[in-house]
Each structure stands twice: as C-alpha cells, then as structure tokens.
C-alpha cells in the first residue's frame, strides 16, 4: 500500500508542476483549493476548479465524493475532473458537463463514485499535461 501511496503522490506532484510550468506563462496561477491537496484553482484571465484523482495500481479511480463534487459546484467556475493513469502525464479530463453525463455509469458505493477505465472509453483521454492544458483554457 505505501508503494502504491508513493506512486500516486509522484503521479500528482508531476501533474501539478507541468500543468504550473504551462500555465504560468500564460498569465495563470495553480494552486490549492481550500486547503486540499487534490482540489486545485487555476486563476487568472478566467478561473477553474479541478479535482485530480490518480490510480497507479488498483484499476480504477476512487475518492470523487459527492461532497467533492458539491465543493467545485460552490467555487462558480468551470471544473474538471482529471483521471490520471499509471503512465505520468496521462489520463482522462472531464468536464463538469461530462462528468454529469457519464457518472450514471459509475459504481456508486454510498458516499464515493469508483470509476473503472472501461467505463471511459469513449472520453477525451490526454497523452501528456500540455495537452490537457490546452484543453482545460479553452473549456474554462
């Protein structure tokens, strides 16, 4: 288990300091929302709101909660939803109109959605943070 914590944490820590090294050019800050470390604001021009899960090993994603989902509901930006895979740099990005969409196919176990790759198939997968970047201005 701590392999697999270890794993996440590097996966995470990749992420955000690509995503800052793109964003800041551009005029945008990253950084946490109210305090916790896997809700992230981008601010600048326009604002947004992320979640970012990571599965390094377990085959699906867990921990998107309601209450998370209320939480970027209550920031009034655009937010997304960013799966990322045990490959760093990659994964999936969703929108809040697509996280709407397509969690009716999650496994709802109570208080947490666990999402599974098959059930994201047909979704925009990213190959690399400047990618989802790029994605992420456009739809903010």
């Known amino acids: ?23 800041e050019p551009e005029g945008y800050r990253v950084g946490k929302l109210y305090g916790q470390a896997q809700l992230l604001r ?5 604002s947004a709101a992320l979640n970012v899960r990571t599965d390094a ?7 998107f909660t309601k209450n998370v989902e209320e939480s970027l509901e209550r920031t009034g930006s ?3 939803l960013i ?17 709407q969409a397509t969690k009716r196919r999650w496994d709802d176990a ?6 599974h790759p098959n059930q994201l198939r047909d979704l925009w ?16």
């Open 1 to 23: 288990m701590a392999r697999h914590t270890e794993e996440s944490a590097e996966l995470f820590e990749d992420f955000v300091n690509t995503l800052q090294r793109c964003a």
């Open 42 to 46: 981008i601010e600048g021009h326009r």
């Open 57 to 63: 090993q377990t085959g699906g994603w867990w921990g």
């Open 78 to 80: 655009k937010w997304f």
């Open 83 to 99: 799966l990322l895979g045990g490959t760093p740099g990659e994964g999936y990005l969703l929108s809040d109109v697509e996280v």
């Open 110 to 115: 109570g208080r947490q959605y666990i999402i």
């Open 125 to 140: 997968k990213f190959r690399g943070v400047e990618q989802a970047w790029s994605r992420i201005k456009v739809r903010m």
